[in-house]
């Protein structure tokens, strides 16, 4: 594993710790941060985007983009969710 191999599961695994994320069995450290995304709610997501510091190194960028897409995910969800009330379809959408 390379040093930013090493510094990005560093940070994944204090996310792990910190926000009560069950762990993945998985070396990927990629593949961990994408399951861990999908244990937070959208106040976290966004308190974490908001509050992540804007550092230049490559991991940070992509952890950063990786809560962006998650909170439009979430968003469309909800949207999607709306324009579905009233109408009696019910459709499942996982999210």
Known sequence: MTNSGKELKSIALVFCEYLGIPPLQTNDVREWWIHALGYLDKA???YLYENFV??????VKMMK???QARKME???????DSSREGTGEEERVLC
Do not use: E, G
């Open 44 to 46: 976290t997501i966004d």
């Open 65 to 67: 983009d990786d809560l």
């Open 54 to 59: 804007d550092a230049p190194c490559w991991q």
């Open 74 to 80: 979430l968003k469309m969800c909800q949207i999607h």
